[in-house]
């Protein structure tokens, strides 16, 4: 009933709805913005001066590379290097994994090292030939 009759004369807080929402809506409103000491009153030149901020923000900049030759660094020898160069051996990914601090976070499938290492004489194998792979296709 209190619908019908709603429908029918009408709700009587309509104005005082549309005053606060007006009301709202003002509050909301930027009348001005001030970007690097110049103000900004009309509402295009307002939007303007936002979107140039933001691009400006956003812009891809120039990166100067970083130079690591001041770090202090020791060089490699050129065994060293060549030894990097060198294709991977079964031997040194065995070595590698059991020289690894066994409580390490755990990889993306949440096995820490100590279970791989744990693991090893049953995944050894396989867990070799899937690094050796990777070394082969790059």
């Known amino acids: ?3 019908c009759k709603i429908l029918k004369e009408g709700d009587r807080n309509t104005r005082y709805i549309h005053l606060i929402a007006t009301m709202r809506r003002k509050k909301k409103l930027t009348e001005k913005i001030l ?4 103000e900004y009153t009309d509402p295009i030149s307002i939007k303007e ?3 140039d ?7 891809k900049k120039d990166v100067s ?8 660094l020791p060089a490699l020898t050129e ?3 060549q030894g990097l160069i060198g294709a991977v051996i079964v031997e040194e990914i065995k070595e590698a994994l059991m020289s690894s601090t066994p ?3 755990p990889g993306y499938d949440g096995f820490n090292i100590r279970c791989t290492k744990h693991i090893w004489p049953i995944i050894g194998e396989e867990f070799s030939n899937c690094i050796l792979r990777f070394f082969d296709t790059g």
Do not use: C, E, P, T
Not at 35 to 38: A, F, N, P, R
Not at 53 to 59: R, V
Not at 65 to 72: R, T
């Open 49 to 51: 001066a936002i979107v």
């Open 103 to 105: 409580s390490k976070a």
């Open 79 to 81: 065994d060293q290097s």
């Open 53 to 59: 901020h933001f691009k400006m923000q956003y812009a």
């Open 35 to 38: 970007v690097k000491g110049v």
């Open 1 to 3: 009933m209190s619908r």
């Open 65 to 72: 590379s970083f130079d690591i030759s001041n770090l202090g």
